[in-house]
């Protein structure tokens, strides 16, 4: 290796480290944020390392800088506007659309280094197997973690989408992926089988995600992203470059353990979940009819108004369809109205209430409400028994004491025991079932009433009927 | 077997395994996060977009590398900026912040 | 920079990742077996001792390779036994074992 | 590479992968013992690998099978000997043991590589800077790891050994390895300096070690773990085999986290251990003097004995006392007397009960206390309010409620809440404090009664006492 050479790997190692190391700071909610700087620094200390060995290399021409000066411009221009623009909970979206080009960026460079130094060089195995997987792996992610953008911001039907022969076209799709991928390890000068596995992977992802139901594409969306790890690792083997490989290993890897725990959390599997899923689909969409007739209460907002009024601990315990209903501000309101009359009010944030894995904290920040009144699980559990009213917006799942006993499809999952509490309100639209599909034994209870309404309005509605009884 | 081979298969065993040992117990809060901080790191890419627009040298391969670059370059700046964005959400708000929405003000 | 020493060097680092993160969070009572388990890895050393009497050429070298040879092999082969003997404490006892022992039967 | 290096090379790498997957399943009690066999499993990978090796290369003569086959006969004769009979309680220092040959031996290949490779070849930092580290670092393990060997099994004095000038002696051990290892790599070809070197790591290693009270022994003995397996690290630099390297630093890092782990345990820190810590010694030499006049009511066995035989619950507490006096069996005997009589007793955990981490569990198993008997901290302490008679048996620090308090050696350690249940049966010697020093204000409570005598004397004296009652 030259100095230059020698340097560089050094530097490469170094900047790995910084990934590592940054990686470990994100456990932790204290040192999160300066890991990710760190990682950051690992990526610009990388960054400057490729630009002085191509300029050193000098084989780079003016075409060549005008296309990567071109393409990075753009590039960082739209993903930062994207990344400063999006609303905190859509965040899963834009990570699916980064994992998208991430896995097109690494697709392009296995297939740009095919059609470059193939037909030069000498064929090998050695050579060939990465690019295939990199090539396949990349455009499987491409397609994918389009097509999940698409779901989790509206613009592809949350629903699974299915159709008579689907499984058969899934099968073509991956077998003629495989065909490709073989053809071009064993006849390596022929260019369009690349292609061919490019198209076969593109074909594939689709296909794969188009099944899936919205609510499942966190998952989703962090199995692609451990793919597009692995595309970029396999990458780094086809350009021989090894802060590829080791990041990209690593987020593959890391990326892989951490959707199982995603999907843990929800009580769901993955292979579950990439087979189609049980209920599958939006709250609102799976979950229309209760099949299990039951005696509920129906409260008005006035009656919730008096109720909260006249209480001295308040606990609001948020769901996804708080999230659906974009109600976080009207939420926050209502909250600071109580507490400023002296009412103790909290909120109970189970992990993964909403669609994403810490989903009701981001809401709930992004509209200030004070860190100290965000109990997590175990902390809001022990306080129910002292609530006067819980009051339950768009929570489902969460709730439901189902979840200790066994044999229906949320049994284990840790529950925010709400039914301890001494009086429960519920805001939802009707008695249909939350992501789960199961029945919530709660709204039937005595001490719990339902005021059926949407939770912006039906919020709207109980702060003006609060307002009335605290002046 | 080269021995660049070997360096590179070792040490790409070597990260997968590091993979695996780091992410073990991650609290659900942190998984969203967690999730799009190893998002921005497979923005390293950037680097093989540098390395392939260094050989291109036709107007197809400009027009990859082009197309490269900028897949890479939204990857890892969007990446970064929203990790970071999202950071600092689960981070103590400081007490300076001016609260413009409805409620919720500190206590 | 030679390519091995590199790939040396980087797989060094990586180890020392991988170390560090498969060691978090170790329940107090199983540490002493955990650091009998990673003493008994140490032991590994023996690959060493036969590289080394593979190039021994006189008696000194000799001395030294059987030294070498000896020390490890007392630390591979005793730091599994031990470790899997103190293991087998952690593991619920099967109702089947005889009681030699004073007291404290199973119920 | 040839074929045979490629296979040797990536046996090695599966070698290391069971190295780590087997440490990671060692993390949790169930699958522990299945941990330890697959990282045995790449042992013999490795070891058939490298005799394949080089048998292959056909360079080893008479002398270097019989050096070889002899030193591996004896060695797995002594080692396998010594791993059966050892008592368990003393594991500590078979692993110390382990540390200082496997120290030896990594520091036996630098010195060989070095006079063997070294005249032959040109100089290069490469090779000198990696049998420097090695033979300082195995050097100063050996040394070490002996003494500390020596202290935990009584051949060597357990507490601290300092004598007047020992600073001084200490800092020209570290100048002279400083100095030799800088000699080592200026002029490689003069073979004195390295002897130099490994005397004056040797010294060090001897000079850290005795300053070092017995109780600190097990932190000191991980951390000289952590040494030894940097060590064997160097020596794969030496010899470039992979193996080595790999699971070399993987014992190095993970050493160290342990290392900090067990110091935190027991609520010390390294740093304070190895300058020779507060207390140092065991708690029969340093805890000598009460200064805190306090006022306890002795009791006799007779007495123990008739609460015993009248108690419902009863909570055995288990300290570094039982261990020093052997009483394990007179414990498992008590408490089947009293089990036989219908009174559900069960043994209280400390994690660092003892003077190594999981001792009491160890001890303990040793004489088949069913396993549903032994309650780790929690759940012990969930216990306490309902039981009638905590018996305390040579435990002191794990039990002290000044734990709870700030300002004290043990503030903040989580303790076993023995001043919670009904009554307390306290055995021990005398009114010595315990290992980190502090008086124990359990002792002088209301509900505490004392009874001083060795645990073994007295457990003998309680079950005759209970027998009596029970009759
Ligand atoms: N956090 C994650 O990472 C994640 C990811 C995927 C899945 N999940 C799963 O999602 C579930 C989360 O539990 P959850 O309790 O938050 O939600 P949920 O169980 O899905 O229930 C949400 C409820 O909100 C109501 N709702 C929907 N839109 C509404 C609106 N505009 N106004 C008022 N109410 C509305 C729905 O009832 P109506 O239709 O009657 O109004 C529905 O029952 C868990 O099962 C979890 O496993 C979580
Ligand atoms: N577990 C570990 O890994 C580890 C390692 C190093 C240090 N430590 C530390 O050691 C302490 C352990 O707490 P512990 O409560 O088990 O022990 P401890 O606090 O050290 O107290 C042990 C007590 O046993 C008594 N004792 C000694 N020999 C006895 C005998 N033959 N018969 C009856 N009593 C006897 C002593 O009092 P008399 O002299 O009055 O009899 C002493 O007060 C903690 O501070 C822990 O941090 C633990």
């Known amino acids: ?471 | 077997m080269s021995q660049q081979l070997y360096t590179n298969l070792a040490i790409f065993v070597l990260s997968l395994l590091v993979g695996f040992e780091v992410m073990s117990k991650i609290p659900a809060t942190l998984q969203t996060p967690m999730m799009s901080g190893a998002n921005a790191i497979h923005g390293v890419v950037v680097v093989g977009a540098f390395v392939i627009a260094a050989e291109a040298d036709n107007i197809w391969f400009y027009l990859l590398a082009f197309l490269c670059a900028f897949f890479a370059a939204v990857n890892v700046s969007g990446g970064y900026t929203v990790t970071d964005r999202m950071l600092g959400m689960f981070t103590k708000p400081k007490a300076s912040s001016s609260n413009k929405n409805a409620g919720g003000d500190k206590q």
């Open chain 1, 1 to 471: 290796m030259t100095a230059l050479q020698t340097i560089a790997s050094l530097v490469y190692l170094l900047s790995a480290i910084c990934y590592v190391i940054g990686v470990h700071m994100m456990r932790s909610p204290k040192t999160a944020k300066n890991g990710n700087i760190l990682s950051g620094v690992g990526m610009i200390m990388a960054v400057i390392m490729i630009i002085i060995e191509i300029i050193n290399d000098g084989k780079i021409d003016l075409g060549g800088w005008t296309a990567l000066i071109a393409g990075l411009v753009l590039g960082i221009g739209y993903g930062v506007i994207k990344a400063r623009k999006v609303p905190m909970t859509d965040v899963p979206q834009l990570v699916s659309l980064f994992n998208a080009v991430g896995g097109g960026a690494a697709a392009t460079i296995g297939i740009f280094d095919y059609l470059h130094v193939m037909p030069s060089t000498s064929i090998s195995l050695i050579f060939s197997i990465p690019v295939v997987l990199d090539v396949i792996i990349g455009g499987t992610t491409f397609s994918g973690s389009l097509i999940a953008t698409g779901k989790l911001s509206g613009h592809v039907p949350g629903k699974p989408i299915t159709f008579p022969g689907a499984k058969l076209c899934n099968a073509v799709a991956i077998l003629a992926m495989l065909a490709a991928a073989v053809l071009v390890i064993g006849f390596p000068t022929n260019w369009w089988y690349i292609v061919l596995a490019l198209g076969a992977s593109l074909v594939f992802g689709l296909l794969m995600t188009l099944p899936i139901g919205g609510a499942d594409m966190p998952v989703v969306v962090s199995l692609l992203n451990a793919f597009t790890g692995l595309a970029v690792a396999f990458a780094g083997f086809v350009i021989n470059n090894q802060v590829l490989i080791i990041a990209g290993a690593l987020v593959g890897a890391a990326g892989t353990i951490l959707t199982l725990q995603m999907a843990e959390a929800m009580n769901r599997s993955v292979a579950n979940i990439i087979a189609g899923g049980f209920g599958g689909g939006d709250s609102g969409t799976s979950g229309a009819a209760a099949d299990v007739p039951v005696n509920v209460t129906e409260t008005s907002a006035d009656d919730v108004g008096l109720q909260l009024a006249y209480a001295h601990n308040v606990m609001i315990v948020p769901g996804y369809g708080l999230a659906a209903a974009q109600a976080q501000h009207e939420v926050a309101e209502l909250a600071k109205l109580l507490t400023d009359a002296g009412i103790n009010v909290d909120y109970a944030i189970h992990p993964v209430a909403g669609r994403m894995p810490g989903h009701m904290n981001v809401l709930l920040a992004d509209v200030h409400v004070p860190y100290e009144q965000m109990k997590q699980l175990d902390e809001a559990n022990q306080m129910f028994p002292n609530t006067d009213v819980s009051l339950v917006i768009g929570a489902n799942d969460v709730t439901n004491p189902l979840a200790r006993e066994s044999g229906n499809a949320i049994s284990g999952m840790p529950i925010l025991d709400v039914d301890k509490s001494k009086s429960v309100v519920v805001i939802k639209r009707s008695m249909s079932t939350g992501y789960a599909g199961v029945q919530n034994p709660l709204f039937s209870e005595d001490h719990t009433k339902m005021f059926f309404s949407d939770a912006k309005k039906g919020l709207q509605e109980i702060i003006a009927a609060t307002k009335q009884y605290l002046d």
